[in-house]
Structures are given as structure tokens and as C-alpha cells.
């Protein structure tokens, strides 16, 4: 969960992509825990918010090596698809979970 996907940095420290994953999970849980009054919930992105993460990283991906014809370990053989690396630097991997506002239009918050 921590290290995908698309959150491992290409050119940085996958330590600070596992830390940024950490303080999101600490922000979403931090904040329905509040909300619930302490009380255990389940928390799920929505279907629509998959698709278009999905959408949006593997638009982003096209035209980088990371998914390029040559074969690597980055890619799915199958599907083409990387599944591994974030796209963009690790700043903006950085801003998107520690730093953005939470789009809880993106999640679905249930009972136990």
C-alpha cells in the first residue's frame, strides 16, 4: 500500500515516497476519526475517482521512458501500463499528499 501504485519516485528516495504515503494516510484517517468520534469506519476512494487517477497517471506516463517500447521492469508485459512509477517529480508526489487539500468528494466513508 505504501509503495503503489505509481508512487515509487524514479529519481529520488522511495523512503520519502513511503513517508508522503504515510502522512496522507495519517491526514485521511486523522480527519474521518474526528468526524466518527473515534468510532472505526471503512475508507474507499470512489469507482470514478480510480478511473480518472488511473486516466490521469497513465496520460502523464505516455511520452516518458518509464513507458517506452523497450521492456523494463517498470512496465506490465502484458498491458503496457506502468504501474510502478510516479510520473511527474517527487515535489509534486510531495504537494498531492502532504501539502493538498483532502478531495473527500473522492471517498466513500462507511460503517464498520
Given at each position: 500500500?505504501?509503495?503503489?501504485?505509481?508512487?515509487?519516485?524514479?529519481?529520488?528516495?522511495?523512503?520519502?515516497?513511503?513517508?508522503?504515503?504515510?502522512v496522507?494516510?495519517?491526514?485521511?484517517?486523522?480527519?474521518?476519526?474526528?468526524?466518527?468520534?473515534?468510532?472505526?469506519?471503512?475508507?474507499?476512494?470512489t469507482?470514478?475517482?480510480?478511473?480518472?487517477?488511473?486516466?490521469?497517471?497513465?496520460?502523464?506516463?505516455?511520452?516518458?521512458?518509464?513507458?517506452?517500447?523497450?521492456?523494463?521492469?517498470?512496465?506490465?508485459?502484458?498491458?503496457?501500463?506502468n504501474?510502478?512509477?510516479?510520473?511527474?517529480?517527487?515535489?509534486?508526489?510531495?504537494?498531492?499528499?502532504?501539502?493538498?487539500?483532502?478531495?473527500?468528494?473522492?471517498?466513500?466513508?462507511?460503517?464498520?
Open positions: 500500500m505504501f509503495t503503489g501504485p505509481n508512487t515509487l519516485p524514479s529519481r529520488n528516495s522511495t523512503l520519502h515516497g513511503i513517508e508522503c504515503s504515510v496522507y494516510i495519517t491526514r485521511l484517517l486523522r480527519e474521518v476519526m474526528a468526524r466518527r468520534g473515534g468510532k472505526g469506519c471503512t475508507l474507499m476512494p469507482a470514478d475517482a480510480e478511473v480518472q487517477f488511473n486516466k490521469s497517471i497513465q496520460e502523464k506516463m505516455k511520452d516518458l521512458v518509464y513507458a517506452s517500447e523497450v521492456e523494463t521492469y517498470f512496465t506490465n508485459n502484458e498491458t503496457g501500463k504501474t510502478l512509477i510516479w510520473p511527474g517529480m517527487q515535489f509534486s508526489f510531495y504537494w498531492s499528499r502532504c501539502i493538498s487539500p483532502v478531495n473527500w468528494s473522492d471517498w466513500v466513508v462507511g460503517r464498520v
